[in-house]
């Protein structure tokens, strides 16, 4: 049973080691760093925004409220939906220039090629 083993742990190893996998890692850390600041944000806006609101409703804040909490998340949940369309956004767009810079022109490579073959015929004086 030894080389089932050691081939499974071959194969969690690889698995460990390819990108997506790391990459996946980092961004569940960074996202949850980020939903804490975003968090922290959010609460700090709302109630200051709404301070003479919840001073009037005698609430010291809106997690108090019957569904402050839902709301408070709900509000989490946009404001990091919407920075992550920003940045994949912006990723995409950078992307599309790389492969507009990098994508062959093929008049140019068909011009070239009739060339290449004109001299090729040439040389052979055909």
């Known amino acids: 049973m030894a080389p089932r083993r050691s081939s499974f742990l071959r194969d969690f190893q690889a698995f460990i080691n390819q990108g997506n996998v790391v990459d996946l890692a ?10 804490k600041v975003v968090d922290a944000v959010v609460s700090l806006v709302m109630t200051s925004l709404l301070a003479p609101a919840l001073k009037a409703a005698n609430v010291a804040s809106i997690a108090a ?16 939906a919407f920075v992550v369309f920003l940045i994949v956004r912006s990723i995409e767009r950078l992307r599309r220039k790389e492969e507009a ?14 060339t290449r073959l004109a001299e090729a015929l040439d040389r052979r004086a055909l």
């Not at 409220?65 to 990091?80: D, E, H, M, R, S």
């Not at 810079?101 to 009739?114: F, K, M």
Request: proline share 8%.
């Open 101 to 114: 810079v990098a994508a062959p022109d093929p008049q140019a490579d068909l011009a070239a090629a009739a």
């Open 65 to 80: 409220w019957p569904a402050g909490a839902v709301i408070v998340a709900l509000i989490n949940f946009v404001v990091i």
């Open 26 to 35: 980092v961004a569940v850390v960074i996202g949850g760093a980020f939903g």
